[in-house]
């Protein structure tokens, strides 16, 4: 006898997509489906999703934990920077490419420049692999998520629609940025491409962009009006540019080759 709804949650459904629901549970949830085929599909289109992104993202949470990442060694946060974005992280950040072109950037403008472009690649490493949970706000909530996000920030925080160009917004988060809490932003694309926003306030002068692409990311930095952004996706320059000049017309109102020069 095939169980009512209501004793089969949509949670459960996630889990036995993840491969995560208890074995006694198995057979309930199966006679469900197969009796159910808008479920059955749902719980299809997940599953697909949920290969697109591990093909894409799947090498990076593969890399190997460096002796000083280990759990052991790690302060307490809340939330942990797993090893395996670390290592990207150093590699993307000691590896480098192109200069920088900055308009009366201070002297320690390149360690703050480290710091957040450090945290901001270990957020969307993190984060970008998750399919149950990678924001914390839906992107359907967008009005509380910006006014959350702002208040905690300190500092207005705009949030672009990226549709125009084929990206959803799927949500956001808050997170521990370099010396203040951070705002996170993800989106996604028709394909299961993901994109990231990072937003952290930053006292130094107004940049331009850095582009920098390592392995299979790219990232485009700048700092505007007290808050530092870092756009991170594909290493494909021309796809990133793109999404990196609509959110910063929309962030700064004018279109960004009128106000910074590209590495």
Do not use: C, N
Not at 34 to 44: E, F, I, L, R, S
């Amino acid at each position: 006898m095939i169980e009512p709804r209501a004793h089969v949650t949509e949670d459960e459904l996630h889990a036995y997509v993840d491969g995560e629901l208890a074995a006694d549970r198995q057979p309930a949830i199966e006679a469900w489906l197969d009796a159910h085929p808008d479920d059955a599909a749902q719980v299809a289109a997940w599953r697909a999703h949920a290969a697109a992104v591990r093909a894409r993202y799947g090498a990076v949470a593969d890399e190997s934990v460096p002796d000083r990442l280990t759990l052991k060694k790690l302060m307490p946060q809340r939330w942990l920077r797993v090893a395996a974005a670390a290592a990207v992280v150093f590699a993307f950040i000691g590896g480098g490419a192109g200069g920088w072109f900055a308009r009366g950037a201070s002297e320690t403008m390149p360690t703050a420049r480290a710091r957040v472009t450090q945290d901001a690649l270990e957020a969307h490493t993190i984060y970008v692999v998750e399919v149950r949970h990678p924001v914390e706000v839906a992107g359907s909530d967008r009005d509380h998520l910006v006014s959350w996000l702002s208040k905690r920030l300190g500092h207005t925080v705009r949030l672009p629609d990226l549709s125009g160009i084929g990206l959803k917004l799927v949500g956001g988060r808050l997170l521990p940025g370099p010396d203040t809490p951070a705002a996170f932003f993800m989106y996604e694309g028709a394909s299961g491409e993901r994109f990231t926003l990072y937003v952290a306030p930053l006292k130094a002068a107004q940049t331009s962009l850095r582009y920098a692409a390592r392995d299979k990311l790219g990232s485009f930095f700048w700092v505007d009006q007290g808050l530092s952004y870092v756009v991170i996706g594909t290493p494909d320059r021309g796809r990133l540019q793109d999404v990196a000049e609509a959110i910063y017309a929309q962030i700064d109102g004018e279109p960004l080759r009128k106000h910074a020069a590209l590495d």
